[in-house]
Nanobody, 129 residues
Framework: QVQLVESGGGLVQAGGSLRLSCTAS????????MGWFRQAPGKEREFVAA????????VYVDSVKGRFSISRDNAKNTVYLQMNSLEPDDTAPYYC??????????????????????WGQGTQVTVSS
């Protein structure tokens, strides 16, 4: 069983920055691809960013490219989401997710929420205008 715990959310003014963290326990962290998603009220859960097992590949939704950066530290079992130039439309709870990889799927950087195996409880990000 894998447990994911997010932190770092909060209230920030437009143009500000936050860094989210997600720490995993339960299995070898380097065998996961990791992703961040968000779900604004009344909307479906949306892909934000994902990173491969070793950090060599990253993917972002177009709306955050150039503003957000995903990274990971396998020694600390932690994935990060650095969010800069925040906008009110970024307001949502943010969830991290883990996909367990095999030798056959080690290069995957999944963008579809249904591909992920484990989810955290979420951390709220609120951006005021």
């Amino acid at each position: 069983q894998v447990q994911l715990v997010e932190s770092g959310g909060g209230l920030v003014q437009a143009g500000g920055s936050l860094r989210l963290s997600c720490t995993a326990s339960g299995r070898t962290f380097s065998t996961y691809a990791m992703g961040w998603f968000r779900q604004a009220p009344g909307k479906e859960r949306e892909f934000v960013a994902a990173i491969s097992w070793n950090g060599g590949s990253t993917v972002y939704v177009d709306s955050v490219k150039g503003r957000f950066s995903i990274s990971r530290d396998n020694a600390k079992n932690t994935v990060y989401l650095q969010m800069n130039s925040l906008e009110p439309d970024d307001t949502a709870p943010y969830y991290c997710a883990a996909k367990v990889l095999t030798l056959a799927t080690m290069r995957l950087v999944p963008q579809n929420l249904h591909e992920y195996d484990y989810w955290g409880q979420g951390t709220q990000v609120t951006v005021s205008s």
